[in-house]
């Protein structure tokens, strides 16, 4: 979620400084970096549900080990 | 529109920092839809309109419900009828209401007055991005759909191994539970029928 919000506010810089310079650059940026938040979106989610499959909790600490 | 773009920039950040100190998963991910929003009437304040629909139809309309959805799945409690009741209550709801309240209004506002308040700065229409994206910018489409085809694979080898576990489990549950729930409706039927007489 923080990565989103972050990756909002470079979006919002882009397309600030598209619409100041009147060029499609900084819409496309943002473009780009939508499609990149939904791959991430999708591979982190399915990693979290393994997670809590597997470990029954969601305590990043817990997660020490890398073949559990 | 000035007026428009400040007030929603500082909604997004009132609810960005809401969404960050918030201590519950559901609330924080509700203030961050609120935020999203305003951010895309930012993006329309901006000129960027086209950008605007996509943030909220991927963004908000998305990604975020997929964040509700996995949220929602692994919140299964025991007492979640209390939790519910907890969570109905006005202190939890008026926050992003408001919010959302005024955002409300900076859209009835925006198609009241359509077409006769000029934007922000100079806009850059959805034909220009679609020249340039798919004209300078092509080989970026291509790496991005690349991309999204390896989350796809990435998402999919995540989800078969804990598909097939849950399916052997399940299968193993059922063979063991079969004899348990017929001995159980005997036990109940003779209980019943003892009762009777």
Known sequence: ?68 | MVTIFYLAGTLAVIATLLAITQRHAVHALLYLIVSLLAVAVDFYALGATFVAALEIMIYAGAIMVLFVFVVMMLNVAEHAMEVEREWLKPRNWVGPSVLSLILLGELAYCTATFGSTPSLANAVGPKQVGVALFGTYWIGVELASLLLMAGLVGAFHLGRHAFAKEERQHAADTDTALPDSGGDFVHTGSRGTSRAA
Do not use: T
């Open chain 1, 1 to 68: 979620m923080c990565i989103e919000i972050m990756l909002n506010a470079s979006g919002l810089a882009f397309i600030a400084a598209g619409s100041w310079w009147g060029q499609p650059d900084g819409q496309i940026m943002f473009l780009f970096i939508l499609a990149m938040a939904a791959a991430e979106v999708s591979i982190g989610l399915a990693f979290v549900l393994l997670f809590h499959k597997r470990q029954a909790e969601l305590d990043v600490d817990a997660a020490s080990e890398l073949r559990g």
